[in-house]
């Protein structure tokens, strides 16, 4: 059974720092694409970064440089370091896995599994 548990979320001032963690579970899931992914209130879920099988990652425009997303293969663990965080940055951040292989697709309705997800605040 595919799990993923986000953790690491929080508030925290603009320009300061966020780890977020992403333990996954029931698959080898440095075999698929995973990513991390988020959704502000009022606005569509969007992808922030991808990491494929290949280790290879893909970033949104909007965090390219202060974001970097990462895994431990041996912890089963997905990452996303955030650093000088902006108040637009502020949103549920979730993890996905793509399971029907190892290149990531665009779609982010392609992803099937979910975690529920780790709240990022940013205040000025």
């Known amino acids: 059974q595919v799990q993923l548990v986000e953790s690491g979320g929080g508030s925290v001032q603009a320009g300061g720092s966020l780890r977020l963690s992403c333990a996954a579970s029931?698959?080898?899931?440095?075999?698929?694409?995973m990513g991390w992914f988020r959704q502000a209130p009022g606005k569509e879920r969007e992808k922030v970064a991808t990491?494929?099988?290949?280790?290879?990652?893909i970033y949104a425009n909007s965090v390219k440089g202060r974001f970097t997303i990462s895994r431990d293969g041996a912890k089963n663990t997905l990452y996303l370091q955030m650093n000088s965080l902006k108040l637009e940055d502020t949103a549920m951040y979730y993890c996905a896995v793509y399971v029907l292989g190892g290149t990531c697709p665009v779609s982010i309705s392609a992803y099937k599994y979910w975690g529920q997800g780790t709240q990022v605040t940013v205040s000025s």
């Open positions: 029931g698959f080898t899931y440095v075999r698929y694409c």
């Open positions: 990491f494929n099988s290949y280790n290879n990652s």
